[in-house]
């Protein structure tokens, strides 16, 4: 399970390091795609399989399956982690991510999310402070 928040840089030759304790559960290859909230989603193969099945799932017939699925799949890139534990982060999902100089990289179970630095800091913080209300409302359907 990947779980827990790390600070990267992206090196000259857009390179990302993923934390030490996130290697061996990633593999050799992962899949980087658009994520939600302007970061980026990086998923172990196993773990991009599931999702693009349940991804292909979705009806066809329904415009905003249609959307969804173009969304993250066109912008999905399969990359290899090298020796060094470090992926290659294309210019276009660097681009989407806003990412430069130093990046927060979070663990959220089955993937990664990359983050901008100050977005994540501003993100979490709203989300620190949302926290009670938000574990009511998840409460009141069952969900936790």
């Known amino acids: 399970m990947l779980i827990g928040e790390y600070r990267h840089t992206i090196d000259p030759k857009k ?9 061996q559960e990633m593999g050799k290859k992962v899949v980087i795609t658009r994520g939600l909230e302007t970061c980026l989603f990086v998923y172990p193969i196993k773990a991009w399989k599931e999702k693009m099945d349940k991804i292909l799932q979705l009806p066809m017939g329904q415009a905003d399956s249609r959307g969804f699925s173009r969304f ?4 999905a890139v399969e990359t290899e982690v090298d020796a060094l534990g470090r992926i290659l982060v294309p210019d276009f999902l660097r681009d989407f991510g806003r990412l430069k100089g130093t990046v927060a990289v979070i663990g959220v179970g089955e993937r990664a999310e990359l983050w901008d630095e100050g977005a994540w800091d501003a993100y979490k913080g709203t989300i620190e402070k949302q926290a009670d209300t938000l574990a009511e409302k998840l409460g009141s359907v069952g969900a936790i």
């Open 72 to 75: 993250m799949l066109s912008g």
């Open 15 to 23: 390179r990302l390091s993923l934390p030490a304790k996130f290697r």
